[in-house]
């Protein structure tokens, strides 16, 4: 299911039209309607914006590959921002006032990116069953976490409990 095909479900549940729900979301309906229209083409400020303007979380409007896309997109405009500031810093015109700026200021973007990374995958287990389980694993301190682990892979080696392999 699409992005958009999911927007038009809650749409439907919250008996909404595509047109209030852009106006909503502070949103030109025109270009809601040619983002609807791409299913999977929204940008994540759009995303961000519809999810707000119908009260659910972005992650309901989303797959776990959406999740994992995003989060990429993400990764790669912050390297791009990296490189412009480096490209900023190491060129002879630019003001050294703006040079020792960027350096006092710049944020450590590895940092930035390994919390996007971090936060995807949390996103993508929406899962209740999951939820629990990390929730409860949150709460055991270092060597309880390394037990839960240890049962976790016993319980993998039982075949009542083993999933059966897809076949292609």
Do not use: W
Not at 7 to 35: C, E, M, V, W, Y
Not at 111 to 137: C, D, G, R, W
């Amino acid at each position: 299911m699409t992005i958009s095909a999911r927007i038009d479900n809650i749409l439907n549940q919250q008996g909404i039209s595509r047109r209030q729900l852009a106006i909503k979301a502070g949103i030109p309906p025109t270009s809601f309607q040619s983002a609807m229209a791409r299913g999977d083409g929204m940008s994540t400020k759009m995303l961000n914006k519809v999810a707000d303007a119908l009260g659910v979380p972005v992650q309901v409007l989303l797959t776990s590959d959406d999740i994992a896309q995003t989060s990429v997109n993400l990764a790669e405009q912050i390297g791009y921002y990296e490189s412009c500031l480096d490209v900023a810093i190491k060129n002879p015109d630019t003001p050294s006032e703006l040079k020792e700026f960027i350096q006092k200021n710049r944020p450590d973007l590895n940092s930035v990116k390994n919390t996007i990374y971090a936060l995807s995958i949390q996103a993508m287990h929406t899962n209740p069953e999951v939820e629990i389980l990390l929730n409860a694993f949150d709460r055991l301190n270092e060597i309880g976490q390394q037990k839960a682990a240890e049962r976790v892979e016993e319980l993998t080696k039982i075949p009542e409990y083993q999933k059966t392999p897809k076949r292609d």
